[in-house]
Nanobody, 126 residues
Framework: QVQLVESGGGLVQAGGSLRLSCAFSGRTFTFGDYGMGWFRQAPGKERELVSAINSIGDSTYYTDSVKGRFIISRDNAKNTLYLQMNSLKPEDTAVYYC?????????????????WGQGTRVTVSS
């Protein structure tokens, strides 16, 4: 079974930065075989895809509201996914989840993600 564990959330002032990490583990599974994504869910809102990356890390997607501020990356040697978040805004406040898809491409559909982490909370104060 694949396990995903997020870390790096916290409280930050508007304009600040945070770096989220997602550690991938699974005895018979290879991180480099999975497309990965970062999702977020704010209170009272649906979960949304923030960013996604293909299995080898050379293709990415960002939702419009984070373009130019967030950077997704992965280190397949370390089995870790990252999300560098800069110029944070109060509207970025949410629980952030990483997810793994058995597709190797950049995956945009929530239903195509097979494994999910428990989430890490990000709070941006104004």
């Amino acid at each position: 079974q694949v396990q995903l564990v997020e870390s790096g959330g916290g409280l930050v002032q508007a304009g600040g930065s945070l770096r989220l990490s997602c550690a991938f583990s699974g005895r018979t599974f290879t991180f480099g075989d999975y497309g990965m994504g970062w999702f977020r869910q704010a209170p009272g809102k649906e979960r949304e895809l923030v960013s996604a990356i293909n299995s080898i890390g050379d293709s990415t997607y960002y939702t419009d509201s984070v373009k130019g501020r967030f950077i997704i990356s992965r280190d397949n040697a370390k089995n870790t996914l990252y999300l560098q978040m800069n110029s944070l805004k109060p509207e970025d406040t949410a629980v952030y989840y990483c997810a793994a898809s058995e597709y190797t491409i950049v995956v945009l559909a929530t239903a195509q993600y097979n494994y999910w982490g428990q989430g890490t909370r990000v709070t941006v104060s104004s």
